[in-house]
């Protein structure tokens, strides 16, 4: 890929409790060498498993989760020839049909940008230390664990319990951070968004 060095490949990410207008992220993307912009927008709906949504609240430890996702980027970049990506995460109140986060992500052709996106919103979901409430009409508020973070912290149980076989002295200790690490990640708050 040829870059204009003009317009040299950047990276935004945002967290904030703003609200996110929806698709405003394309633009901050947009290059006179790419030939495509793929998006995600996750918004909040107004039911889940048959139960009334009324909102969402999210709650990060925003330095974390800000290098977090600038680590998730670079990956991306590593995997795929993009030219601009832009990531936000709103936190606080998430009203239904508002928007939760974005992502858009520019490259010469379809097909990194498409899969960029992928990745991105898998890892984001998997990693990144947001949590989300569903706040419920008839029914207690619930505290939300993703697919995506749960197979996370099963391949960490899981090659933390093949190193454990590996060194017999250290497997008490190395069964005992685990179980600290996924009481942490399952604490108040469920695990990671």
Same mark, same amino acid.
């Given at each position: 890929?040829?870059?204009?060095? /003009?317009d040299p490949d950047r990276n935004e990410v945002l967290v904030t409790a703003d609200v996110l207008p929806l ?10 060498? /790419? ?11 107004? #039911? ?31 995997? @795929? ?49 947001? @949590?989300? =409430? ?7 508020? =619930?505290? =939300? ?36 690490? /996924?009481? #942490? ?9």
């Open positions: 890929m040829t870059a204009n060095m /003009a698709g405003a992220l394309a633009s901050r993307v947009v290059c006179p060498t /790419a030939g495509a912009i793929a998006t995600f927008i996750g918004t909040t709906r107004d #039911h889940f498993e048959g139960k009334s949504v009324l909102r969402l609240e999210y709650e990060a430890y925003q330095p974390m989760a800000e290098r977090e996702i600038l680590a998730i980027i670079r990956r991306a970049r590593e995997r @795929w020839s993009l030219r601009h990506v832009a990531i936000s995460h709103r936190v606080g109140v998430v009203p239904i049909a508002e928007s939760s986060v974005e992502i858009a992500i520019s490259s010469e052709h379809r097909r990194e940008a498409l899969a960029a996106v992928q990745f991105a919103i898998d890892e984001l979901k998997a990693r990144v230390p947001i @949590w989300k =409430k569903e706040v419920y009409g008839a029914s207690a508020a =619930k505290w =939300k664990e993703n697919a995506e973070a749960v197979t996370s912290q099963l391949s960490t149980s899981k090659a933390l319990a093949r190193a454990s076989r590996a060194i017999p002295l250290a497997s008490i200790t190395i069964t005992m951070l685990a179980a600290a690490c /996924a009481a #942490h990640a399952m604490g108040r708050r469920g695990s990671m968004r």
